[in-house]
């Protein structure tokens, strides 16, 4: 029996917040939820999850500080980060990627795209 | 006498007793409603999702049968507020969804209703469900007599899309008066790809207003497929058509429309020539060189500026053109030319090469004196005041005129 990759939602906005949790816990997922990046942080520290889902504007501490805080634990620095926000403009998605984040979708976004990029962010990495 | 009075305090203590509990109980009517519907939202809200996410044919059999008729609101709301946030096939079956339970024709009755916020609402829904089906009515709305309505009809449109959507929202450009521009050129920006065809062919009949709005959105978009009727427009009898159509080809920066822009850069309009100069530096054309150097000395400070502007852009030739524009008779070609050089690093570059020798050192000294001919001292003052290296602060001095080193050293 194969154990359920664990991922930890960050998003402030409740709807989209439970149509990603939804998106997935179909998929067979086991998902943990924050609803601010101070939040995240702690959760990600006790959780260890497998990947984590963030968006940028939160509440406390924005996805910005989320991502430098996980690039700088050592425990938690290899958990790929995939930054899901409304910000376009390209200077928010090079400084997202800059910060260390893996995967940058903007929203409204395509629920298939995203679930593809999640399951690639999830698949053991090449040397 | 006494008695009045009593009965006037009695009946305004009851009236305000009476108004008392009409709030309390309104207000407790509201939270018990939005309680119950924040329940039935948490049984229904994971229902409406499987059905979005899954592959049902009908929304109607992934909620088990039948929505009860006091389900239907909080339905709506929960279909509402996800159609918005996704796109792909997920949001194409919460639309579908919501014109099968009905809510789309629902939204049409309310669009043809007497309160015109049920009327702005209703043209909002109809964008948000993305209901196809109710374009002409979105149309039509668009000259609804109260202007919120109007724009949420005109964004409505926006979002339902296709060919009979933009239609009448490109007509809307012609009246300036009724609609903000820049609002609807925004709308129409927004639809991308398929406003392309819609605005050039519509474009003959437009006035002058709209015809440089639908320019600039066809910039906006970077209609690759426009390129050829744009390069057609700088051959427009109006100034200010040739002009907009230059700054949409710089917009969608095709080189191929570089041959064309450069001829454009001896217009006899100067909004046409400083437009053709700015699209010149965004397509990068090194064929453009030499005419841009002459454009430096145009009677048009906008058409130096952004010949200027174009040949920094231009890279290393661009740059190395600018040095070259140092030694030139026209002190306004000049002044521009030190600008763009100072601004893109390569005047402190130069200053920092008078620590070398020989070839470098030489050629480095004669733009500097260059700069101190044409009077653009101060950033040199600076560097003289303050670079690293003593030396360099050293030579840069010697280069300065006597009474403006004086005045750096103080």
Redesign the interface.
């Known amino acids: 029996m194969s154990i359920a990759k664990r991922i930890l939602v960050a998003e402030d906005d409740p709807v989209t917040r439970r149509f990603v949790v939804s998106l997935l816990e179909e998929r067979g997922y086991e998902v943990l939820v924050a609803e601010d990046g101070e939040h995240a942080i702690a959760t990600a520290a006790t959780a260890q999850p497998d990947l984590i889902v963030s968006d940028l504007v939160m509440p406390y501490r924005d996805g910005y500080e989320v991502l430098r805080a996980i690039r700088t634990d050592e425990r938690l620095k290899n958990i790929p980060v995939l930054i899901l926000s409304m910000r376009d403009h390209e200077e928010d998605i090079v400084r997202g990627f800059e910060q260390g984040a893996d995967e940058y979708i903007v929203k409204p976004f395509n629920a298939r795209e995203f679930v593809s990029r999640v399951r690639k962010l999830l698949e053991p990495r090449r040397a | 006498m006494q008695g009045a009075l009593i009965v006037t305090v009695l009946s305004i203590a009851a009236l305000f007793l009476v108004l008392t509990i009409l709030i309390v109980v309104g207000k407790a009517w509201r939270e018990f409603r939005d309680g119950w519907r924040r329940t039935r939202r948490r049984a229904l809200?994971?229902l409406v999702?499987?059905y979005?996410?899954?592959s049902d044919a009908s929304v109607f059999s992934a909620m088990g049968g039948a929505i009860a008729k006091r389900d239907r609101v909080v339905v709506e709301m929960i279909l509402l507020?996800?159609v918005?946030?996704?796109?792909?096939?997920?949001?194409e079956r919460l639309c579908r969804a919501l014109d099968e339970l009905g809510f789309v024709d629902r939204f049409l009755a309310n669009l043809r209703g007497s309160r015109w916020f049920r009327r702005a609402k209703a043209a909002e829904n109809l964008g948000l469900a993305g209901a196809k089906r109710a374009t002409s009515q979105l149309a039509a709305a668009l000259t609804d007599e109260v202007p919120e309505v109007r724009l949420r009809a005109a964004k409505a449109l926006g979002l339902v899309g296709g060919r009979a959507a933009v239609f009448p929202l490109v007509n809307a450009l012609t009246e300036p008066n009724r609609w903000s521009t820049i609002r609807i050129a925004d709308i129409l920006t927004g639809m991308g790809g398929e406003v392309v065809k819609e605005l050039m062919d519509a474009f003959p009949k437009l006035n002058a207003h709209a015809k440089l709005a639908a320019l600039d959105i066809l910039g906006r978009i970077h209609a690759l497929e426009a390129v050829p009727w744009l390069l057609s427009r700088l051959d427009d009898p109006e100034s200010n058509v040739r002009a907009r159509a230059a700054h949409a080809l710089g917009a969608i920066g095709v080189v191929d429309a570089a041959p064309v822009l450069r001829k454009a850069l001896t217009d006899a309009a100067w909004p046409v020539r400083a437009m053709a100069a700015k699209a010149l530096g965004r397509v990068h054309d090194l064929e453009a060189i030499p005419a841009l150097c002459v454009a430096l000395r145009d009677r048009e400070w906008w058409v130096r500026a952004n010949a200027a502007e174009a040949l920094k852009l231009a890279g290393p030739p661009g740059l190395e053109a600018l040095e070259g524009v140092l030694e030139d008779a026209d002190p306004y070609a000049t002044h521009q030319a030190c600008l763009m050089l100072q601004g893109a690093g390569i005047l402190d570059r130069r200053v920092a090469e008078l620590a070398g020798n020989g070839e470098m050192r030489s050629a480095a000294t004669l733009v500097i004196l260059r700069f101190v001919e044409a009077g653009q001292v101060s950033r040199l003052r600076e560097l003289a005041a303050t670079h690293a290296e003593a030396t360099v602060r050293e030579a840069l001095t010697r280069l300065l005129p006597q009474e403006t080193a004086t005045g750096a050293a103080r």
């Open positions: 809200e994971p999702l499987k979005a996410h899954g507020d996800h918005s946030r996704v796109r792909g096939i997920e949001h």
